[in-house]
């Protein structure tokens, strides 16, 4: 074959914001505070939803497996884009790329997986309320999340295992924070189309599907909530489920701005394109495991409650 002459690469040069030292200490600075922030409000979301019985119900669990899978993807990938904005050397190894790419594909199909999960949770809640015990049963929701779980190994461990077998004989640098997938796919001296068929695949069925689940679930939710006559009634109906339809909002807008916008590399200002993408993948990557608790904390009466009743809780056991 005509690469065989060619050295094998072991090892990536990270770029993120190379070219903008200035930039490399403000984003260090904002990433960090971000990532206490995560830590801390995530982890109090999973505590409370632990030790309150109040919580103890296929939304809150819901929530709390959100909760621990945003810890879990931040934590795949923040530390290592800290240390590389700081440092000089910004490499990373054959292996620590796939690892980070396994763990950052799965964390973010998990996701996507489980907000469809949680949209037809809240179908059931508002649509169908006297049944509602009956179709979300601890044995309904339990194999739910387990199966986004599942859903996100399977599609990282297919995705993952066939792109670290592409020969990477020629550009080493990757134009991003961290191993992101499509960024590694590129630069591979053999060709892709199989790996990108198999991408758009699990686009579809990890990604698209359960948009399209959201998307029935709160159609018909407008529907019912609309069909109420009290506003009073209306607008109960409507909080159940607004912290979610957030969420989603955030989550899912940001994928369609970072990926299905038109690329246009021959421009003047491609250097500033660039960059701006990357601060849109921050964006995704940071932001949106931040606002998660924010947004359920601020919109929600139950989790303010059990928030407050921890701390007092905690206060006057001293």
């Known amino acids: 074959m005509e690469w065989e002459n060619q050295t094998i690469l072991v090892e990536f040069f990270l770029k993120g914001l190379s070219g903008y030292p200035r930039l490399e ?4 600075v904002l990433i960090f505070l971000m990532y206490v922030v995560i830590l801390l409000g995530n982890g109090t979301l999973i505590l409370i939803s632990i030790l309150d019985p109040h919580l103890h119900t296929p939304m809150y ?3 709390g497996n959100l909760s621990f899978l945003d810890i879990c993807y931040t934590t795949t990938s923040i530390p290592s884009t800290l240390v ?3 440092s000089e050397r ?12 396994f763990l950052g594909l799965s964390m973010g199909t998990t996701e996507c997986v489980l907000l469809g ?4 949770d809240r179908y059931v809640a508002i649509c169908n309320p ?5 179709i979300m049963c601890k044995d309904a929701y339990v194999p739910m999340a387990v199966g986004s779980w599942f859903a996100g190994i399977v599609n990282s461990a297919v995705q993952t295992t066939f792109v670290v077998q592409l020969p990477f004989c020629r550009n080493n640098v990757i134009n991003h924070f961290s191993c992101e997938i499509l960024a590694v796919m590129k630069m591979a001296c053999a060709d892709i189309s199989g790996n990108e068929f198999i991408m758009l695949v699990a686009t579809i069925l990890f990604t698209l599907m359960p948009l399209l689940l959201i998307i029935i679930s709160y159609s018909l939710i407008i529907s019912s909530i609309l069909k109420i006559h009290s506003s009073e009634g209306r607008s109960k109906a409507f909080s159940t489920c607004s912290a979610h339809l957030t969420v989603v909002i955030i989550f899912y807008g940001t994928i369609l701005s970072m990926y299905m916008k038109p690329k246009s590399k021959e421009t003047f200002n491609s250097d500033y394109l660039e960059a701006t993408d990357k601060i849109i993948s921050m964006f995704y990557g940071v932001m949106t495991p931040m606002m998660n608790p924010l947004i359920y904390s601020l919109r929600n009466k139950d989790v303010k409650e059990a928030v407050k009743h921890l701390l007092n809780r ?3 056991s001293k």
Do not use: E, H, N
């Open 25 to 28: 200490l403000l984003f260090f």
């Open 61 to 63: 669990f819901f929530l």
């Open 84 to 86: 590389s904005l700081l």
């Open 90 to 101: 910004k490499t990373i190894s054959l292996s620590g790329c796939a690892v980070q790419m």
């Open 117 to 120: 999960m949680m949209a037809f």
């Open 130 to 134: 006297l049944r509602y015990p009956i």
């Open 314 to 316: 905690r206060f006057f």
